[in-house]
């Protein structure tokens, strides 16, 4: 059976929402890095080894949360919350791109991932003052 087939038949009776989230990195079918990366293939390997878990690949989840973002949340309007891998999806579904590696291509000092602390890591955030996350949340 088809993905778009199985999605239509679990949605059948509608859905009042989708929450994606966590999972391997996004499949190069659907072009997460734009054209490419900054990275020389000797940076790739290495982040490669250093992410190991994160580099794999999940075509079956690829096809359906990109079916579901696609045909549900962008097409039909149904209301979407994604964290983590769930945000950049449906970055990469609406055309964006994402880095391979924040650090390495952009020179960032933020710390963006402890693997001692890996669930209790946190890092600090901007809001952009005029956004619906300013109006939300007004103390940040």
């Known amino acids: 059976m088809r993905t778009v087939d199985q999605l239509d038949a679990f949605t059948l ?3 009042d929402g989708v929450l994606l989230m966590e999972g391997s990195d996004i499949g190069e079918q659907y072009h997460p890095f734009g054209e490419g990366t900054s990275l020389c293939s000797e940076e790739m390997a290495a982040i490669a080894c250093k992410h190991a878990s994160d580099v794999e690949i999940d075509e079956a989840k690829d096809a359906l949360e990109m ?5 549900k949340v962008l097409k ?4 979407f919350l994604g964290l ?3 945000s950049q999806l449906l970055n990469v579904a609406m055309g964006g791109t994402l880095y391979c590696d924040v650090t390495a291509e952009t020179g960032s000092k933020v710390k963006h991932i402890d693997y001692d602390n890996y669930d209790g890591h946190r890092h600090p955030i901007s809001v952009l003052p005029g956004t619906p996350l300013a109006d939300w949340f007004p103390e940040a």
């Open 13 to 15: 009776g509608g859905i």
């Open 67 to 71: 079916t579901l973002v696609r045909q």
């Open 76 to 79: 039909e309007g149904v209301p």
């Open 84 to 86: 983590c891998r769930g």
